[in-house]
């Protein structure tokens, strides 16, 4: 057929069409085909792409979870053990988890192992963890540490009770879900190792013990009891609760034979339950005095038995302890049995902690009262040095055996400078004590008399002085200050403790002037002499000593005088020995008046006689 036969056949069937039916045929037959082809085209090519980048990020899933695992920082924030059995422990985890992954992700739920100088310590059972980028706070609650290694966990655990720092690692096999576009693509990851090294602060040995409270309470007569408050630093993050029933040992003045003092225990529920930086004990933490001890501090209440099986060791640490001067104390953890948990037993025995043994608070001597000073001629050749006292004191002492434990006081040496009405007098030393009644229970009254010697200071002059005001005052002071050596006996057997610090006011009752004196009787007997100018004058006084001093003076002489005038007209002499109380004393003398040109008396003398 030629191209113009077509084309006239052509012609000859649209002709018998209608024209929009043949526009709409022409157009259906163009449209059709063009867009079904680019809809199979994108979507093919979407679910090629789709399933390409699924496939690749599957296989790339366990790298990259690898890397996110190994990119975060673990630190553990807080770790608690409580409830502990002979193979476990109950262990509550509080970990900081910094993940530097974009993609948020879960763990499932896990079994983590402690390793600690590459031998595996024991492991346990961690619930799923959801992370994302970023820190992340997780807790492990009530999770039981299994010990697969019990020589590993002893080192372990010692070493985090001794070392201020230590170092472990955990490990896990962990799987991995990731999440991508919000959540609507997770992908998994199996068998992600977890290797981590884990640095935390160590209990450094409990170091920071102070002993806050000590009581003898409990004592008997044949035992020493003692009761000591202790408030113990956690300077780690790690609690434990209990620590078990703890035995120990007090040193003093040091760690060695022939030092032990003391054996003590605490309960069995003692917990370090307060760890580092939080509030301390509410008894600890109301202590502010040189410590700050608001954070940390673990209250500790020991019981036990003080020991005087070291003679010298207890009667160093009892002069200390009377001397207002902390004793150094070392106290250690039992060798035969640390604790009674058997999981921390091997781990705490040998702990060694340093503290100081707070001083009592009352000296041995407090208050002491003078009831008589005996004062006596100095010995021929000695007036300006030396001078004897013998004095009755009633001295208020507090033992350092509580107030259920008999001390008594054997023997006592005094050495110590003496001050009276402000003057510096001299040094007092003890020549012999008579202790009348010297058991001391608790805060108690000893009755003491003293042989002793007063070496004058300045020649005498000072403690002349001092008589001088004790003659002429109402009320004077009298200071020791020195030191002095005291032999006792009681539950801890024969106490030596030399050196006691002694510091003791009194206020003595002086003489007065001797303001209370009363002539009990005046002759004139006469010397039966025409030629003499003086009478004899023979009399009895009674004077009224109010102090506590006896004096022997000796022979003295005393001026007779008017009152009013102040003149003189005679003189008595005689013997004084003054004791507390009223004193009779037999003077005799001559009336002596002093007479003018005409040998006459003053009106005054004259008015006196007549």
Known sequence: MTDEQELELNEQLASRQPLLEQHDASTKKKTKPWYRRRLVIISGALLVLLGFSYTLISSQISRIASQAIKDTVMHVKKMDLSHPESQSVTLNLSLSLEMM???????????????????????????????????????????????????????????????????????????????LLGGLVTFRALDIPLH??????????????QIAQVKMDNSTQKEVLATIKTCIRNPSITTIRPVGALCLNAHYPRLGEGTLVARLRTSADTALSIADGEPSHPFCASLQETTDMSKGYNLLELQGQMLGVNSEAINGLITKYLSNVSAALTVV???????????????????????????????????????????????????????????????EATSPLGPSSVLTVTDVYMNVSLTGAGVALGTLSTVSVDIIDGKLVGRSNISVDCLTKLDFAEGGK????????????????????????????????????????????????????????TVESFS???????????????????????????????????????????????????????????????????????????????????????
């Open 462 to 517: 000072a403690f002349g002085r001092f008589i001088r005001a004790s003659v002429v005052k109402e009320k004077v002071l009298l200071t020791l200050a020195g030191s002095m050596d005291v032999v006792c006996q009681g539950a801890l057997g024969n106490l030596k403790l030399f050196g006691l610090p002694l510091r003791a006011t009194a206020f003595l009752s002086g003489m007065n002037n001797f303001k209370n004196v």
């Open 101 to 179: 992954s974009p993609f948020p992700a879960t763990v499932d739920a896990t079994t983590f192992v402690i390793t600690y100088q590459n031998v595996i310590v024991g492991s346990f059972q961690a619930p799923a963890m959801h992370m994302s980028h970023g820190i992340n706070d997780q807790i492990f609650p009530d999770s039981t540490l299994k010990i697969q290694d019990k020589k590993a966990w002893n080192h372990f655990a010692g070493d985090m009770m001794k070392l201020s720092q230590i170092q472990y690692q955990i490990s896990s096999s962990l799987i991995i879900h990731v999440r």
């Open 333 to 395: 953890m039992c060798e035969s049995r640390a604790s009674s948990v058997d999981l921390y037993n091997q781990a705490m025995k040998n702990l060694t902690i340093k503290s100081l043994l707070p001083p009592q608070k009352d000296p041995l001597v407090g208050n002491m009262f003078l009831h008589g000073i005996s004062l006596y001629p100095p010995a021929e050749g000695k007036e300006n040095d030396t001078v004897r006292l013998d004095t009755a004191v009633l001295v």
């Open 524 to 610: 004139l007997p006469g010397s039966g002499s025409t030629t003499e100018h003086e009478e004899p004058i023979q009399t009895q006084i009674e004077i009224r000593n109010p102090s506590v001093f006896t004096v022997s003076i000796g022979t003295f002489w005393m001026d007779l005088s008017l009152n009013a005038s102040r003149e003189k007209f005679g003189e008595l002499h005689g013997t004084m020995h003054l004791a507390p109380g009223r004193n009779r004393l037999e003077m005799n003398g001559h009336l002596k008046p002093t007479k003018d040109a005409a040998g006459q008396v003053s009106d005054a003398v004259a008015d006196f006689f007549f």
């Open 196 to 209: 981590k090294i884990m640095t935390f602060k160590g209990m450094d040995g409990l170091q920071d013990m």
